[in-house]
């Protein structure tokens, strides 16, 4: 058993070198400028096991992550590789810009992928393991994540790169972290220096992905609001972290039936204006097309800049993809948060950073918990 596991694992790590990623379809090859400016350090948010406070609580408004900094000695840190790797956070700059000079479609999949990890039991890497040592299905290979979620490949491909330079000591879920907060920087936003400290979990169950930790995108806003204030996040943080929307795409089967047969109407959703409906029965012409073999559309014209660009479409053109992103159009909750992202354009840049860095630091394990592993597929 054991040995088949490293067969898979060593094959898969192959494959991977001889076989680099594709550039995805309707992406520019070229990529935002950067800047420099640091952000201000966060913690972890340690128990999310613990009832979690409401949106409109005001404590929770506040910088939570900090708090649990100050009591929590075990806390995630700007420092933690100083002297084990303080190249680490290079290192993954320089092995993501080669693979983004090939493939500007990995920030969309690498920032989802990290989305999907730290929503289900916390920032552990779980969701780059192919076995669980228990033999149950992985997070990986559940419905919920899809056939669609890319990226684990391209997070081999860069713990490669910080074993060659520090052995067993930059963990999967760490190498994650830095890796959606590079994707930020080359998406345009200020960079930041990443929090280390995460520790990777043993375990990796496709249950844990489908007890309505993962949004689907025929949820209704109640749903989603649920979702999100489980996990800490209030209404605003919710809107401000769908502008994850701003970079990558979205494959027409998931958004189809919007423009042929809405809530099986036989009719397109009422609420696309005739511009939109044109636009995505010319992105999506036939709704029979198999699943996993249709055609990606980008959320907005700039799929590698993370913009405003995704507010301003909703509110200027009442242009969405997902349905769940059109509630945020329509909820009255969200729609003032929405014209105001979309009218001031320095908002979310600054805000954006922010939230990820909460999301970043869910539920991690720190100290002894769980292990550093060596390779992401699979437990040491
Ligand atoms: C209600 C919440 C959400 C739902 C229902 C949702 C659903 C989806 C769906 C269906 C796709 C298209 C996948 C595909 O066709 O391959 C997608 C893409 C994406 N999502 Fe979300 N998402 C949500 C929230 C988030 C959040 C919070 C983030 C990150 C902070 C995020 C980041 C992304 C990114 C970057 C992409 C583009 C992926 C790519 O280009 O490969 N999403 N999302």
Same mark, same amino acid.
């Given at each position: 058993?054991?040995?088949?596991?490293?067969?898979?694992?060593?094959?898969?790590?192959?494959?991977?070198?001889?076989?680099?990623?594709?550039?995805?379809?309707?992406?520019?090859?070229?990529?935002?400028?950067?800047?420099?400016?640091?952000?201000?350090?966060?913690?972890?948010?340690?128990?999310?096991?613990?009832?979690?406070?409401?949106?409109?609580?005001?404590?929770?408004?506040?910088?939570?992550?900090?708090?649990?900094?100050?009591? %929590?000695?075990?806390?995630?840190?700007?420092?933690?590789?100083?002297?084990?790797?303080?190249?680490?956070?290079?290192?993954?700059?320089?092995?993501?810009?080669?693979?983004?000079?090939?493939?500007?479609?990995?920030? =969309?999949?690498?920032?989802?992928?990290?989305?999907?990890?730290?929503?289900?039991?916390?920032?552990?890497?779980?969701?780059?393991?192919?076995?669980?040592?228990?033999?149950?299905?992985?997070?990986?290979?559940?419905?919920?994540?899809?056939?669609?979620?890319?990226?684990?490949?391209?997070?081999?491909?860069?713990?490669?790169?910080?074993?060659?330079?520090?052995?067993?000591?930059?963990?999967?879920?760490?190498?994650?972290?830095?890796?959606?907060?590079?994707?930020?920087?080359?998406?345009?936003?200020?960079?930041?220096?990443?929090?280390?400290?995460?520790?990777?979990?043993?375990?990796?169950?496709?249950?844990?992905?489908?007890?309505?930790?993962?949004?689907?995108? %025929?949820?209704?806003?109640?749903?989603?609001?649920?979702?999100?204030?489980?996990?800490?996040?209030?209404?605003?943080?919710?809107?401000?972290?769908?502008?994850?929307?701003?970079? =990558?795409?979205?494959?027409?089967?998931?958004?189809?039936?919007?423009?042929?047969?809405?809530?099986?109407?036989?009719?397109?959703?009422?609420?696309?204006?005739?511009?939109?409906?044109?636009?995505?029965?010319?992105?999506?012409? %036939?709704?029979?097309?198999?699943?996993?073999?249709?055609?990606?559309?980008?959320?907005?014209?700039?799929?590698?800049?993370?913009? %405003?660009?995704?507010?301003?479409?909703?509110?200027?053109?009442?242009?969405?993809?997902?349905?769940?992103?059109?509630?945020?159009?329509?909820?009255?909750?969200?729609?003032?948060?929405?014209?105001?992202?979309?009218?001031?354009?320095?908002?979310?840049?600054?805000?954006?950073?922010?939230?990820?860095?909460?999301?970043?630091?869910?539920?991690?394990?720190?100290?002894?918990?769980?292990?550093?592993?060596?390779?992401?597929?699979?437990?040491?």
């Amino acid at each position: 058993m054991k040995m088949t596991r490293i067969f898979l694992t060593t094959l898969s790590l192959w494959l991977l070198v001889l076989a680099p990623s594709k550039a995805e379809e309707g992406f520019p090859d070229k990529l935002p400028s950067t800047f420099h400016s640091l952000f201000p350090f966060l913690g972890r948010q340690d128990d999310l096991n613990k009832p979690q406070k409401g949106p409109n609580d005001e404590s929770q408004q506040q910088n939570v992550p900090q708090q649990a900094a100050d009591q %929590n000695p075990q806390i995630l840190s700007q420092d933690f590789y100083i002297k084990t790797c303080p190249n680490a956070q290079k290192i993954v700059a320089d092995a993501l810009a080669k693979i983004v000079k090939t493939n500007p479609g990995a920030l =969309g999949n690498l920032l989802r992928l990290q989305f999907h990890d730290c929503f289900v039991n916390g920032c552990d890497a779980s969701i780059l393991l192919d076995y669980s040592p228990s033999g149950d299905a992985v997070e990986k290979s559940s419905m919920v994540n899809g056939l669609l979620l890319k990226g684990a490949d391209m997070i081999d491909e860069i713990k490669l790169k910080l074993e060659e330079q520090c052995p067993q000591t930059v963990s999967c879920a760490d190498t994650l972290a830095f890796t959606a907060n590079e994707v930020m920087t080359m998406a345009g936003l200020a960079p930041q220096k990443p929090l280390g400290g995460r520790r990777d979990a043993l375990v990796s169950l496709a249950t844990a992905a489908e007890t309505d930790n993962i949004p689907m995108p %025929n949820w209704t806003m109640e749903q989603m609001v649920k979702l999100f204030n489980k996990k800490g996040f209030n209404i605003e943080e919710m809107v401000i972290l769908l502008g994850a929307h701003s970079i =990558g795409m979205a494959h027409c089967d998931l958004f189809i039936e919007r423009a042929y047969n809405f809530q099986n109407t036989g009719k397109p959703d009422p609420s696309l204006t005739v511009e939109v409906l044109e636009e995505l029965r010319k992105a999506c012409p %036939n709704l029979n097309t198999p699943k996993y073999r249709n055609p990606p559309v980008n959320f907005d014209a700039t799929p590698t800049v993370l913009d %405003n660009l995704f507010y301003k479409d909703m509110v200027e053109r009442k242009r969405t993809l997902l349905i769940t992103d059109s509630h945020i159009l329509e909820d009255p909750r969200t729609l003032p948060i929405v014209q105001q992202f979309a009218h001031d354009a320095s908002l979310f840049p600054r805000r954006f950073p922010e939230v990820m860095l909460k999301m970043s630091s869910l539920n991690v394990l720190t100290g002894n918990e769980g292990e550093v592993r060596k390779i992401c597929r699979s437990t040491n």
